[in-house]
Every structure is written in C-alpha cells, then in structure tokens.
Nanobody, 114 residues
Framework: QVQLVESGGGLVQNGGSLRLSCAAS????????LEWHRQAPGKQRELVAG???????NYAESVKGRFTISRDNAKKTVYLQMNSLKPEDTAVYYC????????WGQGTQVTVSS
C-alpha cells in the first residue's frame, strides 16, 4: 500500500520560509516523478513543482526563484523549500508520486499572514 505523508506546514508571516517534507512508503521511489501541488480555498488544485528521476525540475511561474524542490531517494522523501512566502501562497500542499497513476498524500496546510 502506497503512503505519502506530508509535514512541515504551518503559519508563517509574509516573507518567511517553510520547508515541506513528504515521506513515501510501500513503493519504490527513485524511478518516479515527484510533484508538489496546492489547493487554495475556492480554487482548483495546481502544480507547484516537479522533479524527475533524473532530477530535472520544473516550477509554476508564480513560485520560480522562491521555491526549490529536491529529493532524497535513500530516505524516500521529497522536499519543498519555500522562501519569500506571500499571502497568495496560502493553500493546502499535497505531494504526489507517479505519472499516469498518481498517489497523493493527505496534504499539509500552509498559511501566510500579511
């Protein structure tokens, strides 16, 4: 059974930083695409960042230069370092693994106060 567990969310002030973690179990890890998505109240879920098995990364335009995705295959963990946070980054953040078939974590709340 594939499980993804996110952690690291919380309340932070405008301009602050947070580091999200997502630990996987029940699956091989190193060969898969890993992504972070977010969903703000009343909005659709959107892709924030992704990292391939070859560590090629991509980012949403809104977070480029502020967020960094990384992976540790030995720990089966994907990270999202978020700097210069803005109130519009407030959302529930979800990690996922896979491409055609995606498995999702339960989400972690990030709230940025103005």
């Amino acid at each position: 059974q594939v499980q993804l567990v996110e952690s690291g969310g919380g309340l932070v002030q405008n301009g602050g930083s947070l580091r999200l973690s997502c630990a996987a179990s029940g699956t091989s890890f190193s060969m898969y695409l890993l992504e972070w998505h977010r969903q703000a109240p009343g909005k659709q879920r959107e892709l924030v960042a992704g990292i391939t098995s070859g560590e090629i990364t991509n980012y949403a335009e809104s977070v480029k230069g502020r967020f960094t995705i990384s992976r540790d295959n030995a720990k089966k963990t994907v990270y999202l370092q978020m700097n210069s946070l803005k109130p519009e980054d407030t959302a529930v953040y979800y990690c996922s693994i896979g491409t055609r078939i995606k498995y999702w974590g339960q989400g972690t709340q990030v709230t940025v106060s103005s």
